[in-house]
Structures are given as C-alpha cells and as structure tokens.
C-alpha cells in the first residue's frame, strides 16, 4: 500500500466490549497502521488475546505500528461473574445493566490511563466504540478529536438519524404498524416499531439513562467513522454528514484489511481446521453457509423449524449454532443425528457448535449463499465475498439492514421474518417463539441457491459490489481516500 510519509497523528482506538465490535475496530486500527499511523488499541485482558491475533494476522505475523494495551475490567466490582468482560458474556439479561456500570467503571480507569500517556504515545485522536461515552470528555482534556465507531452501516445510522429527529415510530398505534422512513429515495422504506434498534422500543432491558447519554455522545463528537464503502449504500454516508452536521469517513470493507488469505485461519483451532477441510472438498458455488452472528440465539422451537428446513436441503450446509449447549436436551439429540454431516447417510449438514472463522468461509469458492441475521459485519462481509444472502433479521438495526440487502442492493432474499427475536437487551417475551415454518425458510433458501433469472442477477450483482468493495480500498479508491482524509483529519 503506497502511503505518503509525513508524521502521521497516534490513534487510540477503544472498541466497545463486545466481540462484533471488537473485530471491526482492530480492523480499522490496521488499516490505520497499513496508512502509515501509529495507533494503540485499548482493550480488557480478556479481550486482548482477540485483539492481538487479528492485529498480527493483519501484519502477517507483526504488528508493526499498532500497540495493545489491556486495562483490567471490574467485572467483580460491579457483581458480575470474573472473566465477564464482553457483553457476549453476560450469562443473563438481569446482569446487563450491572455489565453497564462495570463499563462505566472501565472508562474511568481507561480515562486515567490516557491522561498520564506522555509524547509519543499521547493521543492524537480517540475512535470509541459507541457505548464508550466517557472518551468524549477524555479527548476535550487532552486537545484530541472524538470519532465514534457504531458498529452499524450508514443507512441504518441514517434511519435511526430520522427515528430521532421525527419520531414517526411515536405516532403508530401498535409496535406492529408499519410506518414510513423516507430516507433513501426512491427506496420505500416501511418498517413497524418492534423492527428498530432498541434505543427506539418501548420495552427493553436497558434503562433510558444510558440510552440518553448515548445520543449525547453521539451528538458532541467530531466524526463518525463507518465500516462501509461509499459505492455501497447509495447516498446514505453523504446524506448521514448532512443530517448530523458530522465528518463521516466510510473506510470499508474493513474484513478485507488483511493481506489477501492471510485471514485463512486454518490453523486456529480445530473446528476451523474441520470447516475449512470440508469446504475443500464441496464444489464451487454448492454450498449453503449459515449463521447468526457471535450471539444470535434461536428458540429451541424456531431452531427445530430451521434444522428441518436445512437437513432437507439439497446442498451442503455448513450451519454455526451458538448456545448449543444451554438447547433442550430432544433438540441436542436430534441436532446430533441429523446434522454433523459426514458419513451420516441423507444428510450433508455439517453443524459447528462454536466459532467458524466467517471470512474465510464465505470467501471459499464453494460457498454459494449465506443465511444470515443481517449483523452489519457479517453483511459486509458477504458483500466483500461476492456472496448473495438469505435475509433472517434478529435484532438491534437488522430490519434496515435486510432493506438494504433486499431491495436497494438486489442481493438478497427475505426468509419473511417480521419479529424480533429475544436478546440480552431487548426485552422481547416469547411470542417470538416460533414465527417460521421449515416450509417457509425451505421456499427462501431454493430462491436464493438456485431462484432462476432472479438467482442469477443476485449472484452478478454481488459479484459487481465483491469488484467495488475491493477496488474501495486500493489506492485512490474511496475508502482508501477516506482513510488518508481521517489521518488529515486527526493531524
Ligand atoms: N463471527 C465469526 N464466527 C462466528 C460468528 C461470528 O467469525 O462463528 C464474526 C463475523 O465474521 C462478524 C462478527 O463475528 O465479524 C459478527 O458480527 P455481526 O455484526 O454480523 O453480528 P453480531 O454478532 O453483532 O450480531
């Protein structure tokens, strides 16, 4: 990567601690550093294994000019489990706001830290993941600017932009009305309230002193930094600097920070080693890969509806299930007869019970579709692979993301989902139970791995935004030009 070569400002970059907020922000402190700035990462010990490895991956072994620094978590302060540093680890949703004061209490220590940091590791800039509300006031002490990293893509930063300023989801009569969010014209963008974020549901598991002080710290940064590409979403980080009044530096996709295979974790850990190895052996384009994120959790109803669907398919399956443990054991037991794969005659499902190392996988030339619940890294992530998607929303801005999966971008299918699924934060009860039939995923999963003329324009424009995506980050590409903008910035 050819980059100019004057100082370049020090960026602390302090992710929020969760591990899909964790990955794309280490990603985003490597493409810093493969710009040339020196950053430092500030993580929890617990995490800062995580952050190291990517870190060296990244740097094909080093890390040159990238620090971790890892400042303990009071998770025993605050009476939460030792080792709870993630809210992915928080065992229940009564522990969540205890997990809030525990953070809060991890940002004064953070805080402190960055006050005694003397040239040249005193911050140029901070880039905080969104619930680090404290780094505002951390960077006005030290003269530096305050970028916020939310983990969502611009549209949905745009929408949500909107729900704050017009407030239309106030003005329907029940969570299930549709209302209109016209923020991307010509798109007609209809969504009912239980399909927001949480910030703008009546019931949740977070109380609005934190969600108030979100929006504050929103509000008094400097910059909002996207992990997205400008060719992508339309208008919508131009339309997002419009409607905040905020730079907005779209610097993706940041999953393709690494050099090219060298996130191929295929030594990592034995499932890894398992998914990759089957993979090989599947042909091009014939597999279905299927996962929810690094928390997604279905019932154990919905799930059986899902296992159905996906044990009579067709194709090889290669299905992540998170929580398999906690799973009644009649569904653990049949989840073993009828999945792992291999050997097993009629069924070409292999099951992971753990993590699957994602960007390789949908990388692989044999994997042809994706269902996935619209997190916002495993969306761009398939984006960046080429690969179309099945559209199965859970939570958080997963409704707008499958928007702009489906009907902008043209590469996705909707599974027909319309319900939240419960969360750790968003208090939905259990009339999500089961909202999808087998028949009904089946339906969606033969359109998008096979879906005629119609399959065939999803796979060529993902092919097409796969082509934009990489050229976004070459040099004088716009992600590319918006990286070398952020350092100017920061300077
Ligand atoms: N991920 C992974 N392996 C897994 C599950 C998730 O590598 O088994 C990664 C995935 O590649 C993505 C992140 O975890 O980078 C999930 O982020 P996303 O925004 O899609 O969803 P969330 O976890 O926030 O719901």
Redesign the pocket.
């Known amino acids: 990567m050819e980059v100019s070569q004057w100082p370049k400002p020090l960026f602390v970059v302090i992710p929020w601690p969760g591990?899909?907020h964790i990955?794309?922000m280490v990603d985003v402190a490597c493409l810093l550093a493969a710009h040339g700035a020196p950053v430092t990462v500030i993580t929890t010990p617990a995490s800062a294994q995580l952050v190291q490895g990517r870190v060296e991956r990244a740097g094909q072994g080093s890390s040159a000019g990238i620090m971790v620094t890892a400042i303990p978590f009071p998770a025993a302060e605050a009476g939460l489990p030792d080792g709870c540093e993630r809210l992915d680890h928080v065992p229940s949703a009564d522990l969540v706001p205890r997990f809030f004061d525990a953070a809060t209490l991890f940002g004064e220590a953070v805080a402190e830290h960055c006050r005694c940091l003397v040239a040249p590791r005193r911050p140029n800039a901070i880039v905080a993941g969104i619930c680090n509300t404290w780094a505002h006031g951390v960077a006005r002490e030290l003269g530096a600017p305050c970028l916020i990293f939310h983990?969502f893509g611009a549209f949905a930063l745009l929408c949500s932009e909107y729900l704050y300023t017009h407030r239309p989801q106030e003005a329907v009569a029940s969570p299930d009305e549709p209302f209109d969010l016209p923020v991307l014209p010509p798109f007609e963008c209809k969504f009912a309230r239980r399909q927001l974020p949480v910030r703008f549901q009546p019931s949740r598991n977070v109380n609005d002193d934190i969600f108030r002080e979100f929006r504050q710290f929103e509000m008094a940064v400097d910059g909002i930094v996207v992990n997205s590409f400008e060719e992508l979403e339309h208008d919508s980080a131009a339309r997002l600097a419009a409607a905040t009044g905020k730079a907005v530096f779209a610097v993706g996709p940041v999953?393709l920070c690494g050099a090219p295979g060298f996130l191929d974790s295929r030594a990592d850990s034995d499932d890894a080693r398992r998914c990759m190895a089957w993979l090989d052996a599947k042909k091009a384009k014939s597999v279905l890969y299927v996962?929810f994120?690094?928390?997604?959790r279905m019932p154990p109803a919905q799930l059986m509806q899902l296992g159905l669907a996906l044990v009579s398919c067709p194709w090889p399956v290669l299905w992540?299930i998170k929580g398999a443990d906690s799973l009644p054991g009649e569904v653990n037991e049949w989840l073993q007869h009828s999945t792992d794969a291999d050997g097993l005659p009629g069924s070409q499902c292999l099951a992971v019970r753990g993590?699957?190392?994602?960007?390789p996988i949908l990388e692989h030339q044999a994997v042809g579709g994706f269902l996935t619940?619209c997190?916002?890294?495993?969306?761009l992530?398939s984006v960046a692979a080429g690969v179309p998607m099945a559209t199965w929303p859970f939570f958080a801005e997963q409704f707008l993301n499958e928007k702009l999966i489906v009907d902008v971008l043209g590469v996705g299918v909707p599974v027909g989902v319309t319900k939240p699924t419960k969360s750790l934060l968003n208090g939905v009860g259990d009339e999500a139970e089961e909202e999808v039939g087998a028949e009904q995923v089946k339906r969606a999963l033969n359109k998008l791995m096979d879906g005629g003329a119609d399959g065939e324009d999803r796979r060529s424009k993902s092919q097409e935004l796969k082509a934009k995506a990489k050229a976004a980050l070459e040099n004088g590409g716009s992600s590319y030009m918006n990286l070398e903008e952020l350092i100017h910035f920061a300077a």
């Open positions: 591990t899909s990955i794309p983990g999953s996962s994120g690094s928390t997604g992540v993590w699957a190392p994602q960007v619940h997190g916002w890294g495993s969306t992530e």
